[in-house]
């Protein structure tokens, strides 16, 4: 098997290499990217979870107000 001539193995070789480094480069733009989206997605689910707190008190002042609010309106009705 014949070797091909030395220039077509240095411009293979550049080849390589640029296209090596592109990718590199590439993955590191990725790397920055997902750090990033995981910051926000942490700081979204932080958010949510607040909320469903806040959402879940509310429901429990509501759900006692409407009760001694029922509970006044019977006294009310049946205390004369």
């Known amino acids: 098997m014949e070797k091909p001539p030395i220039e077509e193995r240095r411009?293979?070789?550049?080849?390589?290499?640029?296209?090596?480094?592109?990718?590199?480069?590439?993955?590191?733009?990725l790397?920055?990217?997902?750090?990033?989206?995981?910051?926000?997605?942490?700081n979204l689910v932080s958010i949510w979870n607040?909320?469903?707190g806040a959402i879940s008190l509310i429901k429990w002042i509501v759900a006692i107000s409407g009760s001694f609010g029922a509970f006044i309106l019977f006294i009310k009705d049946h205390v004369k």
């Open 11 to 29: 411009a293979f070789d550049f080849v390589l290499k640029q296209h090596t480094d592109d990718e590199i480069e590439r993955y590191e733009d």
């Open 31 to 42: 790397k920055k990217d997902i750090k990033e989206l995981k910051e926000t997605v942490e």
């Open 50 to 52: 607040q909320a469903k």
